[in-house]
Structure formats: C-alpha cells, structure tokens
C-alpha cells in the first residue's frame, strides 16, 4: 500500500540528486534527551550533509516559557529561519542521526507555520551514511532569506485545550512514549513528573513505526498495522499526539499524515507540562 500523502518524505536518492539546487535547503534537526551524553551541535560541527544547516530544537522556542522546546512566536521563527537562508519558496528537506526519530519536530514546526513545502528525509543520516554518500565538516554561510510565518493554531493543542478534551473525549490521545513511562513504571528522563498517562489515551511508542534495519519509517500498510496494534482502527477520527516534550508525538503524526490524516495536532507541553502540574488527571 502506497502513502496516501507521499510529500512528507523524500528519499536518499531524489537529495542526492537535487542536493545542488539553490531552492532546496537542507537541516539537520537532530536533538538527543538529557543525560544521554550527546550534544548534537558538536556532532554537526563534525558531520552533516553538505551544504545543511543545523535545526537547533533547543534554539527555535520560546524562550519565555520554562517547558522545554515549546513553540516560539511566528516573528521569532520567522527571522531565524531567514538567519538559516530560508525563504518561503524554498523546498525545506529535514534530517536527524536517528532515522526518522527528532526530524519529524521541525517538519511539524514549519507545516503549524504555514509553510507546506517541507519534507522529512526517510532513513535520515544512518541511510545516507549507509549508501556512502558525501558528509561535510563546513559551515558554510549562506545568504539571508525571505521568510514570514503565519500564526500558529491548527495543528497545536494547550493544555487547557487537552483539560477541555478530558471531558468531551472528542480526541483520542495518542501517547509516543515508550511503553514503561506510559504505564508509569519506568522513570521520566526529566526531574518532577508524576508517572503515568492521561486517561483515556492509548500508547504508539515510535519505535513501532520505524524500521529498525533501514532507519526508515514504515510502508503505509505497517503504519495502519501499528495503530491498529494501539487500538486505532478508524485513522481518520479526531487525534492528538503527545509524548514527553512534544518531539516524538510528531513521529506519530508524520505517521497519520502519510496514511491520509494531514490534520493531527501536537500537544506542545506533552508530559513535560502535563506530569508537573497538579491539576491534570493521571492514570497508573
């Protein structure tokens, strides 16, 4: 079964091909979690694709907001994706270390933006790296560009917007963490969250999504296999994703948005928000 909406992703060989084309730019969005040891503006320094810019999760947020990697403003996005040389006719390929694990994050960002001309690049670095292909340790400069961004509304959810859900259930929660930290017996990864989830919801860890060989993300038909694993078989009912911070749930909603769903909002705040509050229910 081919992808309903195939346009989210593009594959190691068309890049190769349009990795010349002054309207196609390139960035690695690679993010790691705390206490994993791993700082991803270093491993770009070191290596990327050539010609790529760095999509620095923990620079492009909202710096006001004491929640990590929360949205920013659409002025404030607007002008560091211009600092990245982006325009709004620019073709945006995206890419992380991991296979198709953090890119999914900026692929959303730009699409709750306004701007749908984005990509995920399938298998991300480990693919590219296993077709020898060129990576680079250059920065290069680039000129500035042209970018405005529309404010974004559809395709983010509030946690007074997930409270309200709590009661109408018109959404069904679809929670990217892995399975221990939804049941609530494995630890958050960050200090002073409750355990557990939100009730009501249901559990997709991402790895159920990803082809652990290739990197890739799964065929249409093993995506629907996963969901319905998870106890989704209408995917085209109202759902919102979450996870931890709100980088894996857009894992998730890639998903949905391959299969036909280009309408699946993220929980920004995700449990980083939700498991540090008192006044959000909680289920063990």
Known sequence: MTYVNPDA???????????????VRVLDSSYHLPGTGRDAETEFDNRHIPGAM???????????IPLPHMLPSPEQFAAQMSTLGISNDDMVVIYDVHGVQTSPRAWWTFRAFGHDKVAVLNGGLPK???ENRPTSDDIQDCDKGDFTAQSPSALVRSVDQMLANQETRDALVVDARPAGRFEG???????GLRPGRMPGS?????????????????PADGIR???????V????????TSCGSGVAACVVSLGLYLIGN???????????EWGAREDTPVEV
């Open 233 to 240: 078989d209408d995917t085209s009912q109202p759902m919102i």
């Open 202 to 218: 249901v559990s997709l860890p991402i790895n159920l999504l990803i082809d652990s060989t290739t990197k890739t993300i799964l």
């Open 185 to 191: 017996v494995d630890p958050e990864p960050r200090p």
């Open 9 to 23: 992703l593009v594959e190691t060989d068309w890049l190769a091909a349009n990795l010349s084309d002054p309207k």
């Open 54 to 64: 760095l999509f620095d999760i923990e620079d492009v947020r909202d710096r006001d």
């Open 262 to 272: 280009k309408s699946v909002p993220v929980y920004d705040g995700s449990w980083s």
């Open 128 to 130: 590219w790296l296993s």
């Open 225 to 231: 296999a996963a969901l319905a694993g998870a106890g």
